[in-house]
């Protein structure tokens, strides 16, 4: 996690630990854990090399899945909301290799209104170069629409009552 004490770990919901970017429990899994400073959220990975696309360089798409859960996590965490993205646009850099220890940053670019924000995110490698950033739409949900939308499971809705409410 981050160098500095100023970042505080961000707690997992525990009804959703088989996502494929932040799940405890997905084997197959990123295994992303955040921090957050208030400011910014963070999040370090190493990605294997089973997750390349052309040869040793780790697939667009896993990359894309890094910043979208990073921008995932900052709204949910600094706008006190839960998430759906809306869209996103994502620019490759550099290309970034597996068994590298990366770093995202997540910031709330703005709020656009009370239903939707602006994210951004940044993929860093281990020399501190920018390899992928991207921008995303988020839609704000109320934890009453999510679970009358009924797309998260009960518990994860009642982690982030309690968090965040």
């Not at 160098?3 to 997905?26: K, M, R, V, Y």
């Not at 294997?48 to 996590?73: K, R, V």
């Not at 670019?109 to 009370?114: G, L, Q, S, Y």
């Not at 999510?146 to 994860?156: F, H, L, Y």
């Amino acid at each position: 996690m981050p160098q500095s004490d100023a970042f505080l770990p961000i707690e997992p919901f525990t009804g959703d630990l088989n996502c494929f970017a932040c799940g405890a429990h997905n084997p197959f899994g990123l295994h992303m854990q955040f921090a957050t400073d208030g400011r910014t959220v963070v999040s370090r990975v190493t990605l294997p090399e089973h997750l390349c696309g052309w040869g040793h360089l780790i697939h667009g798409g896993i990359i894309a899945t890094l910043l979208d859960e990073t921008m995932s996590w900052t709204a949910i965490h600094l706008l006190r909301r839960l998430i759906l993205t809306r869209s996103m646009e994502t620019e490759f850099v550099l290309p970034v290799a597996p068994n590298v220890l990366l770093r995202t940053e997540g910031r709330i670019e703005r709020r656009v209104k009370n239903t939707e924000a602006v994210v951004g995110a940044v993929l860093f490698d281990a020399q501190e170069r920018v390899c992928a950033r991207s921008t995303g739409r988020f839609a704000l949900l109320p934890a009453k629409m999510m679970r009358r939308m009924k797309i998260v499971d009960e518990q994860t809705i009642a982690d982030f009552e309690k968090r965040y409410e």
